[in-house]
């Protein structure tokens, strides 16, 4: 499947009709076309599985493409060995040499380029300050924490100036509060650096903190590739709508389809407005997806033209910021209505029958899974 290239920039990552199969017979990856922008953070976002690993490892050489071609800064590189493709490499398991200091971590990549020792005095330096770990250049990777271990990571990836950086899982061992540091940290280097980035990674917060633009995986296809807004907002499919964020479902049967609005009636005979997303005909199986927080129990607080329909509270959870109320709606048990946590918020109570709305642009009508 095709896939555009971001914001107009001359294409400097390119997989072409790339495929890889390991045994011969089922893909992994299928058909893959993707252009990333020089400068560019993109981010392989999918479940275990779905091929985004295996992108990024044939991107870095570790793994042979078995169809297509893949080029990097317009030159072919699927025959040319990792160690030669010039890529800083940062890995979840950090992957620093146990015996060998920070700073000889740091210069074993410059020494293999034949780099002298001035230089790659100078250059290790810099790559630790920017990173903040400057101190901690005569220190083993036993005696530093976590995060400190994936800092020294990311200055190695660094240290030679690479044009391009790929990242898998680098913050999948750390945890919330410091991956959540980490995060503005790659970001602000990448900012500065103005390198290209890409990253894998199955949490779809770190994708949408992080990226210019997220490829969304599944099943070795990217099945859709946006900014993060766009994502979130408009996912063209219920996979994409369901990975991304949180979603309420609500199966129904498309009862009229006119350009950009259908009509859907729900599982209890109710009929509602959607934006057709993925519909394409009248009478077809329909899921009706609707964003937590876009549902209101205020009339005050309702959008206009909202559409309303009745709710039961089942239970409402404190999660301290938010109260999250869940709600029976259509038939349906596990209907989620987000609401911030205020002192004015009207208290819900199990077995309350409340009227709940949310305006149509924000109710999308796609496949059903």
């Known amino acids: 499947m095709s896939q555009a290239k971001a914001g107009g920039n001359a294409a400097f990552v390119e997989f072409s009709h790339v495929q890889k199969s390991y045994d011969g017979v089922s893909l992994v990856v299928k058909d893959l076309n993707l252009s990333i922008g020089k400068g560019e953070f993109l981010t392989m976002l999918g479940p275990s599985g779905s091929g985004k690993t295996t992108c990024l490892m044939m991107l870095a050489g570790f793994e042979t493409a078995t169809h297509g071609e893949i080029r990097l800064g317009g030159r072919e590189i699927n025959n040319i060995p990792p160690h030669k493709r010039g890529i800083g490499m940062v890995f979840q398991n950090y992957a620093l040499f146990p015996h060998m200091t920070v700073g000889e971590n740091l210069s074993f990549p410059l020494e293999v ?27 083993r990777p036993a005696q530093l924490s976590g995060g400190q271990q994936q800092r020294i990571a990311l200055a190695r990836a660094l240290v030679f100036d690479p044009e391009l950086v790929l990242m ?43 990226s210019d633009r997220v490829a969304v995986f599944n099943d070795g ?4 590739l946006d900014s993060p807004d766009e994502l979130y907002e408009r996912p063209k499919n219920s996979f994409v709508a369901q990975f991304i964020g949180e979603n309420n479902k609500l199966p129904g049967t498309v009862e009229e389809l006119d350009g950009h609005k259908c009509l859907v009636r729900l599982a209890n005979g109710e009929l509602i407005d959607a934006t057709p997303v993925n519909v394409r005909e009248k009478g077809q199986q329909t899921l009706v997806s609707i964003r937590p927080e876009r549902v209101e129990f205020k009339p005050e607080m309702m959008p206009k033209g909202a559409h309303t329909i009745r709710a039961e509270v089942k239970d409402v959870i404190y999660m301290g910021d938010i109260l999250r109320a869940r709600l029976k709606v259509a038939g349906s048990d596990n209907f989620v209505m987000k609401m911030r946590n205020t002192i004015s918020q009207t208290k819900l109570a199990p077995g309350e029958t409340i009227s709940i709305g949310w305006h149509p642009q924000d109710a999308r009508a796609l496949d059903p899974v």
Not at 113 to 139: H, P, S, Y
Not at 172 to 194: C, P, S, T
Not at 221 to 224: G, R
């Open 113 to 139: 380029r034949g780099m002298d020792k001035a230089e790659r005095e100078t250059k290790v330096k810099r790559a630790l300050d920017m990173v903040q770990m400057g101190n901690f250049i005569n220190r």
């Open 221 to 224: 296809v990217i099945q859709q």
């Open 168 to 210: 898998d899982e680098p913050l999948g061992a750390l945890d919330k509060q410091l991956r959540e540091h980490m995060q503005f940290e790659i970001k602000g280097l990448h900012d500065r650096l103005g390198i290209t980035v890409v990253y894998v990674t199955h949490d779809q917060g770190e994708a949408l903190t992080m």
